[in-house]
């Protein structure tokens, strides 16, 4: 059956590619406005069609054979110009548009977002968004998660020291925050506590941070939002690009590189990267933490066509992640002096395999989104050469959306999805029962423009199928297995305002719906790389969320920044907790006994609310001060106590100097605080409070011109006095690892430089 419905995608497109339709052209001048000179270098894209260019010297751009009907968005871009967005109608065949941009001192709001069910400026798209450039996620960050952490406010991480990273999105993490590449949903049992994403750090050219509930497009477990990785986009016809880039830190000796190329020959569009991390064990001011190295590989390339009937595009890719833990006991030594990059046992061997078709094909006066992905997750925890848990999960997706063309103002999509997965246990060590489950959704959506004014509403019905399988181990029962279904219908509201170009609001409302997964359904075993022996409960019912946030975005030349609120209430919230003396004595393959304590999976009431912004100075064209911050207050309501596991309050301050140097281009200069509250508000059965501290950080870097050639260098330090800290979400801070020994915590990373080098290729 896949099979046949792959055969039948690859019919649809030969068949366009046979009797296309008449292709239309776009083209025209990026000047400046005031001196209506040309801009060289300026990006304009396409987002929905995934292409873009550049201009040449001139300022002219051109695009070819694009579809011959739609409305698409062209969002022009240049360093130190106010970007413009424009939607222009292709039913005309040689579309002519040019474009003068404004100087300005600030980043605006005016972006194109596409990891919402209508791609739109986000002004008017009431979902909250942060989009973040590649350029900002170039810096002295471990991991991707690592680096949108510290430029999202909202987006926190859990941390198991320097290699493993997870996504939480005002408070919510594991299985309530998706994270999509390549258009499909990443599948790489999020349920674990020490499990990160399996994504390559250097694979994106933008991020969309979306923060809320987004149920309604990506289904069960996007409750608490999602991160949408966007690779670059293809070049027009005719050209071929590229970009090196890489790095050195030195507090962990991490060495990054990556290569990438893309081009387009007459709509045949392909791209091909390679990267490869690897770090020894990182420094802490308390000495360095032993066996906490780190390294990947991946590989990823596409194959596609960009035509006038739409695209269709083969991604594939590779990543191979090896982290090392450390084997210590409550009073064992925990710091080293060593450097060496060969990672002991314990350590995690993961590999994690995708295939994903992406098609968009205009279909009349509308068109057909349609996602199609294979995955293949290997996670292998070794203690010596045979691994002992081997968690093999096999996932197929379908995600396809037809979306209407816009009539009256009225933009209507409807949609269906569906996934299954399949797991297998393949060690000689069991935590979870092999399981397979179903996921089938259907849903609505309509998005009404009128004048400064966006409404939209949608509907989305969700199935869930789980069987856990029964497993005996030498007469006694590990796994009684279970079989279970959940179904859901929810709905949400959105509504955009724009006062001025300086001022607009927005607002969202709505209900979503978490199915308990498979490991808090069946666990029952001990999970090394978290040192606690876990226990499921398979009368678990679905979560279920009602939330509601609002923000105001505001921009003039001197002060720019936004002011969001959320409150979401969370019925049936799931989560693992021990008590005091809950112990479980384990006999290893050593011989040896393990006392582990034991996490169990139950239910409570939770509600969740906070506050998160930004306000930026912008006192001359040369100096900026920007400032985030970002809080969120969670209650147990069933037990009258703090929620567990919520990050801290954080403020972050950047002082940002771009004087013009002569000879240097985009030089700047900063500096920065980030301040993080006490978080004192715990579950005391099973955490210990997170004092406040500050971080100094800095930078520099500018971009070079080698004739044509840019090559951008920079340097970026963190942690510049070697403050001893523990953060809040940090797996290894006291009390984490052992209630019977709080002393028994690893500080986070001390001071780290890192120097790098970005070098953007224009071959042909």
Not at 167 to 178: D, E, T
Not at 627 to 639: I, K, V
Request: net charge neutral; proline share 3%; with cysteine.
């Amino acid at each position: 059956m896949k099979l046949k419905i792959i055969g039948c995608i690859f019919m649809l497109v030969s068949y366009f590619s046979i009797f296309p339709a008449l292709a239309a052209t776009i083209s025209g001048k990026v000047t400046d406005a005031k001196t209506n000179l040309p801009i060289a270098g300026a990006t304009i894209s396409l987002q929905q069609l995934r292409s873009s260019t550049a201009s040449d010297q001139q300022g002219q751009y051109s695009f070819k054979s694009l579809p011959s009907s739609g409305r698409y968005l062209v969002e022009v871009r240049f360093l130190g110009y106010q970007s413009v967005v424009k939607t222009v109608d292709l039913t005309s065949e040689n579309l002519s548009l040019d474009f003068a941009l404004t100087e300005s001192i600030i980043e605006t709001n005016e972006v194109v977002v596409t990891g919402t069910l209508v791609t739109s400026q986000s002004r008017r798209n009431s979902t909250s968004v942060a989009v973040i450039s590649k350029d900002e996620l170039q810096g002295n960050a471990t991991n991707l998660i690592d680096a949108l952490a510290r430029q999202v406010p909202g987006l926190s991480q859990i941390t198991t020291g320097q290699g493993i990273s997870k996504p939480v999105i005002r408070g919510l993490g594991y299985n309530r925050v998706v994270t999509v590449s390549d258009g499909v949903k990443q599948m790489g049992q999020q349920w674990g506590d020490e499990h990160g994403i399996e994504i390559d750090q250097n694979q994106p050219d933008r991020v969309e941070v979306l923060r809320g509930a987004a149920s309604l497009m990506y289904g069960s477990d996007a409750i608490g939002g999602v991160i949408n990785v966007l690779e670059p986009n293809v070049p027009t016809a005719g050209q071929i690009k590229g970009e090196v880039l890489s790095s050195y830190s030195t507090n962990n000796g991490l060495t990054n590189s990556s290569v990438m190329l893309t081009g387009n020959e007459n709509g045949f569009v392909w791209r091909g990267r390679g990267s490869y991390q690897n770090a020894y064990s990182y420094n802490t001011p308390a000495g360095r933490y032993g066996n906490s190295g780190f390294n990947n590989s991946n590989f990823s390339g596409m194959l596609g066509l960009n035509k006038q009937w739409g695209y269709s595009h083969l991604n594939f890719s590779y990543l191979k992640n090896n982290i090392g833990f450390y084997d210590a006991e409550p009073g064992d030594p925990l710091y080293i002096n060593s450097k060496s990059r060969t990672l002991d046992f314990p350590k995690q061997d993961i590999r994690h395999y995708k295939l994903a078709l992406n098609n968009n094909f205009i279909i009349g006066s509308g068109s057909l989104k349609l996602d199609l992905g294979y995955q293949k997750n290997q996670r292998r925890e070794l203690e010596e050469a045979t691994p002992s848990l081997f968690f093999d999960l096999n996932t197929y997706s379908l995600d396809a959306k037809y979306s209407l063309s816009e009539k009256n103002g009225w933009q209507h999509v409807f949609g269906i999805s569906a996934s299954q997965e399949h797991s297998l246990n393949k060690g000689v060590e069991f935590l979870i029962p092999a399981y397979d489950q179903l996921e089938l959704g259907a849903f609505g959506y309509a998005k009404k423009t009128w004048g400064e004014n966006t409404f939209n509403v949608g509907l989305r019905y969700d199935y869930v199928n789980n069987k856990g399988k029964q497993l005996f181990i030498e007469d006694e029962e590990q796994f009684a297995g279970f079989k279970n279904s959940f179904s859901n219908v929810s709905g949400a509201l959105g509504y955009t305002h724009i006062f001025s170009e300086d001022l607009n609001f927005k607002a969202n409302a709505g209900s979503a719906f978490r199915a308990p997964n498979p490991a808090e359904l069946g666990s029952n075993g001990v999970h090394e790389g978290t040192y606690r022996y876990e226990v499921g409960n398979e009368n678990l019912k679905p979560e279920r969320s009602y939330q509601a946030d609002a923000t105001l975005e505001f921009g003039h030349s001197i002060v720019t920044g936004s002011i969001g609120i959320y409150e979401n209430y969370i019925h049936n919230f799931i989560y693992a907790s021990t008590t005091k003396g809950d112990t479980k004595t384990v006999v290893g393959e050593d011989g040896d006994s393990h006392t582990y304590d034991v996490y169990r999976y139950g239910q409570v009431n939770a509600n969740l609310y906070g506050v998160e912004g930004s306000l930026n100075f912008h006192l001359l064209n040369w100096i900026h001060l920007d400032n985030t911050f970002s809080y969120t207050h969670a209650q147990n309501n069933t037990f009258n106590r703090p929620l567990a596991l919520i990050p801290a309050g954080v403020v972050h301050n950047t002082l940002r100097l771009e004087p013009k140097i002569s000879g240097l281009n985009a030089f700047y200069v900063s500096v920065g605080l980030d301040n993080y509250f006490k978080q004192n508000r715990i579950d005391e059965t099973f955490e210990t409070p997170a004092n406040s501290y500050t971080l100094l950080n800095a930078g520099i870097g500018t971009t070079l011109h080698l004739g044509s050639q840019q090559l951008k260098v920079f340097a970026a330090a963190s942690n510049l006095t070697n403050k001893r800290y523990y953060d809040a979400l940090s797996r290894l801070r006291p009390g984490r690892l052992s209630q019977e020994d709080t002393s028994f915590g690893v500080y986070n990373m001390g001071r780290n430089i890192t120097f790098g080098v970005y070098l953007p290729l224009s071959i042909k």
